[in-house]
């Protein structure tokens, strides 16, 4: 199970909006709206951003929003703020394993 | 609040086997319907799917790991453990546990603080 693609840097001044996309195939994200996104700051766990391509669990500020289409999922992150600034990370169901993740994002705050 | 710790040994010899100890508190690792994963992250890369537990007692396992790994729980002592045989450099990584309620994505909604493995003669 190969993994997802993501780009390798997104990078965005304070309040825009950036978005990171997430390439699978219709054996994963495209077949499946069972999607996942989470933030890493280095040397720090993971933490849960989105789950089932579009739902936000309690605590998730709402400038964090998913999305998807075809084999491609989205994170979109509006109104940047400095602390944003760390390693994004997809995964998803595949018809071969529970999880594939993707390849990871670093998102810059300029 | 559900809290995951991960110990073990940090440096383990090539071709020998990694075994790692992830202890649960704030919850039973036997109760509800979760999963209990291990997921890795060598340095400077990005995440990879180990394994997992079920608490009602299935395990599934990563197809390009799942030869040389084994997962299993310890009810007695809320611990969930990994064993990864025959290890190379390529295992070099931060191992943490996880936990996933069970439904749609199985989303990993706590992580343990992450435990470094060296795989170094």
């Known amino acids: 199970q190969s993994a997802l693609t993501q780009p390798a840097s997104v990078s965005g001044s304070p309040g825009q909006s950036i978005t990171i996309s997430c390439t699978g195939t219709s054996s994963d994200v495209g077949g499946y709206n069972y999607v996942s996104w989470y933030q890493q700051h280095p040397g720090k766990a993971p933490k849960l951003l989105i789950f089932?391509?579009?739902n936000r669990p309690s605590g998730v500020p709402g400038r964090f929003s998913g999305s998807k289409s075809g084999n491609t999922a989205s994170l979109t992150i509006s109104g940047l703020q400095a602390e944003d600034e760390a390693n994004y990370y997809c995964?998803?169901?595949?018809?071969?394993?529970?999880?594939?993740f993707g390849t990871g994002t670093k998102v810059t705050v300029l | 609040q559900v809290q995951l710790q991960e110990s073990g040994p940090g440096l383990v010899k090539p071709s020998q086997t990694l075994s790692l100890t992830c202890t649960v508190s704030?919850?039973?690792?036997?109760?509800?319907?979760?999963?209990w994963s291990w997921i890795r992250q060598p340095a400077g890369n990005g995440l990879e799917w180990i394994g997992r537990?079920?608490?009602?007692?299935?395990?599934e396992y990563n197809p390009s790991l799942k030869s040389r790994v084994t997962i299993s729980v310890d009810t007695s002592s809320n611990q969930l453990s990994l064993k990864l045989n025959s290890v190379t450099a390529a295992d070099s990584a931060v191992y943490y546990c996880a936990r996933a309620p069970r439904g749609g994505s199985d989303p990993f909604d706590f992580w343990g603080q992450g435990t470094l493995v060296t795989v170094s003669s």
């Open positions: 537990f079920y608490t009602r007692g299935s395990t």
């Open positions: 995964t998803s169901f595949t018809s071969s394993s529970p999880y594939v």
């Open positions: 704030g919850g039973s690792i036997s109760s509800g319907n979760y999963y």
């Open positions: 089932d391509v579009g």
